[in-house]
Nanobody, 122 residues
Framework: QPQLVESGGGLAQPVGSLSLSCAASGVTLDYYAIGWVRQAPAGERVGVSCISTRSITEYTASAKGRVTISRDNAKNTVYLQMNSLKPEDTAVYYC????????????????WGQGTQVTVSS
């Protein structure tokens, strides 16, 4: 089963940028859909973006136009480029995966990383 490790989080200023990475081990990602899910303090986990095994991408409305998800199967890594950051982007960001060989993203994930903290503040 895949093990997922997020990196790239930290402190950023509003309108700044961050790049998050999700490195997988234990399995190749070719047949896995990968999502980025975030959880604000005392909040529920909500999906930010997802990329399918066929590289179809989906974005939540609040993130669309500011973030880009991509995958590099050769490196077994998925990325989330975040631009024009806002304070409301502050959250723990989780990488999640599920085996789902479809054109589109799944409705749930079976495997989760430990998360990386993103803080947007001036």
């Amino acid at each position: 089963q895949p093990q997922l490790v997020e990196s790239g989080g930290g402190l950023a200023q509003p309108v700044g940028s961050l790049s998050l990475s999700c490195a997988a081990s234990g399995v190749t990602l070719d047949y896995y859909a990968i999502g980025w899910v975030r959880q604000a303090p005392a909040g529920e986990r909500v999906g930010v973006s997802c990329i399918s095994t066929r590289s179809i991408t989906e974005y939540t409305a609040s993130a669309k136009g500011r973030v880009t998800i991509s995958r590099d199967n050769a490196k077994n890594t998925v990325y989330l480029q975040m631009n024009s950051l806002k304070p409301e982007d502050t959250a723990v960001y989780y990488c999640a995966a599920t085996r789902y060989n479809s054109l589109y993203c799944p409705s749930r994930y079976d495997y989760w990383g430990q998360g990386t903290q993103v803080t947007v503040s001036s």
